[in-house]
């Protein structure tokens, strides 16, 4: 089992910055892929970003690329969202996830752990 514990949300203005976090306790993270997906109010869960924690390696949704950053603290064993520019649109609540892998599956049926997720809100 993994443990996961988000935080970081809030309620900001356009063009804000956010830095979310996930901390990841219960197994040693070698084997895992961390990522990032967001649910709005209706819509379905959204894959934002993911990062195998071995190596580093990350992907993105095409959608946030260029504003969006994944990292981790090995350390802490915590992932990091950096949310930069953010719009009214990423409006979501936000949720952390792992999955035991070496490969980023941007389905959402495909992880296995997850957090409670964190608010974010964007408005002016």
């Known amino acids: 089992q993994v443990q996961l514990v988000e935080s970081g949300g809030g309620s900001v203005q356009p063009g804000d910055s956010l830095r979310l976090s996930c901390a990841a306790s219960g197994r040693t993270l070698s084997t895992y892929v961390m990522g990032w997906f967001r649910q709005a109010p209706g819509k379905d869960r959204e894959f934002m970003a993911g990062?195998?924690?071995?190596?580093?390696?990350?992907k993105y949704a095409d959608s946030i690329k260029d504003r969006f950053t994944i990292s981790r603290d090995n350390a802490e064993n915590t992932v990091y969202l950096l949310l930069n520019n953010l719009r009214p649109e990423d409006t979501a609540l936000y949720y952390c996830?792992?999955?035991?892998?070496?490969?980023?599956?941007?389905?959402?049926?495909?992880?296995?752990?997850w957090g409670q997720g964190t608010q974010v809100t964007v408005s002016s």
């Open positions: 996830a792992a999955e035991y892998n070496f490969y980023i599956r941007t389905s959402a049926a495909a992880w296995t752990f």
């Open positions: 990062i195998v924690w071995s190596t580093g390696s990350t």
